[in-house]
């Protein structure tokens, strides 16, 4: 188990550039691959990005590709999202997951933990 905690959000103009952090506890953090996700009010939670636990291979929703980042560093025990060019639609609470399992997972029911959500707010 590990737990998360994420920092980072905020409110920014269209166009501008966000970072999100999500630290984790635990001595196994390496060895999950890790999640980001958003939900936006009256919506459901919907998949962002995604890593696995060695950091070679991502994956990104259609939304965000091109614009956003993700990365981890296992030695800091941390899991970054990098937003560049956002738009008012960006705007959600950003959760960032973690999974034992060793592939790219898209689905949030396959995520075993879950931070309490970082708020991002991109006005137009």
């Known amino acids: 188990q590990v737990q998360l905690v994420e920092s980072g959000g905020g409110l920014v103009q269209a166009g501008g550039s966000l970072r999100l952090s999500c630290a984790a506890s635990?001595?196994?953090?390496?060895?999950?691959?890790m999640g980001w996700f958003r939900q936006a009010p009256g919506k459901e939670r919907e998949f962002v990005a995604s890593?696995?636990?060695?950091?070679?291979?991502?994956y990104y929703a259609d939304a965000v590709k091109g614009r956003f980042t993700i990365s981890r560093d296992n030695a800091a025990n941390t899991v970054y999202l990098q937003m560049n060019s956002l738009k008012p639609e960006d705007t959600a609470v950003y959760y960032c997951?973690?999974?034992?399992?060793?592939?790219?997972?898209?689905?949030?029911?396959?995520?075993?933990?879950w931070g309490q959500g970082t708020q991002v707010t991109v006005s137009s």
């Open positions: 635990g001595r196994t953090f390496s060895t999950y691959a």
């Open positions: 890593i696995v636990w060695s950091g070679g291979s991502t």
């Open positions: 997951a973690a999974t034992k399992r060793v592939v790219i997972i898209i689905a949030p029911r396959m995520y075993d933990n």
